[in-house]
């Protein structure tokens, strides 16, 4: 157990549905941060979030949407889905300054649209 | 804007043989990370280095770091058929206007390893 927690593992849906997936990053952790992967597009990042505000965008779609909460659990909301958006969503987290062993990653949500 | 790449990424090779993995990277940085991923499942920390010169070893597995030619190499020696995986390298990078810190990625090599 990394200490990321994903929730849920796998989620099956239909295109046009929306989804939220759910990190609880590692305790102590202050900064969260959202990658998505395909088997075409390789390691993605999406967007990054520091006590509860938005420090960067990657390659984050418009129908996608990210915040972080008060407690510092993150939620990433995917809607209008498209078949093109089945993936791996993995949350990281990490302190401020990367030391150690930079980003715990969770699990990932292992989303498919059908 | 700093850019990480890695080379090869697909290797396939036997059992008992010796093979490294090319991590370069465009901009200073003062740290790398090494990650291992099997199929479906997350990504797992192996190294962390931190200085130039650095050399950190576990198993089969070696990587290595040099600073001023901003290359690391993740060495394999004598593998085995559990060392099949995809390898990342990632760098220490900035986001300059808030101060902050981030991993940047490389496409990470997928190694294959038949008995």
């Known amino acids: 157990d990394s200490g990321v927690t994903q929730t849920p593992k796998h989620l099956i849906t239909a295109t046009g549905q929306r989804v939220t997936l759910r990190c609880s990053p590692r305790s102590g952790d202050l900064s969260v941060y959202w990658y998505q992967q395909s088997l075409d597009q390789g390691l993605q990042f999406l967007i990054q979030?520091?006590?509860?505000?938005?420090?960067a965008k990657g390659n984050i779609l418009e129908r996608f949407s990210a915040q972080q909460f008060p407690d510092l659990h993150s939620e990433l909301n995917l809607s209008s889905l498209e078949l093109g958006d089945s993936a791996l969503y993995f949350c990281a987290s990490s302190p401020r300054s990367l030391t150690g062993y930079g980003y715990t990653f969770g699990s990932g949500t292992r989303l498919t649209v059908v | 804007e700093l850019k990480v790449e890695q080379n090869p990424l697909f290797l396939s090779m036997q059992e008992g043989k010796n093979y490294t993995i090319y991590c370069n990277y465009s901009?200073?940085?003062?740290?790398l990370y090494w990650y291992r991923q099997d199929p479906g499942k997350s990504l797992e920390s192996l190294f962390v280095l931190l200085s130039n010169g650095a050399v950190k070893q576990e198993g089969r597995l070696m990587a290595s770091l040099d600073t001023k030619a901003r290359l690391s190499t993740l060495h394999i020696t004598a593998a085995v058929h559990d060392l099949s995986a995809t390898y990342f390298c990632a760098v220490v990078g900035w986001i300059t206007i808030q101060g902050a810190q981030k991993l940047v990625f490389g496409q990470g090599t997928r190694l294959t390893i038949n008995p």
């Open positions: 901009t200073t940085s003062d740290r």
């Open positions: 979030y520091y006590n509860g505000e938005e420090r």
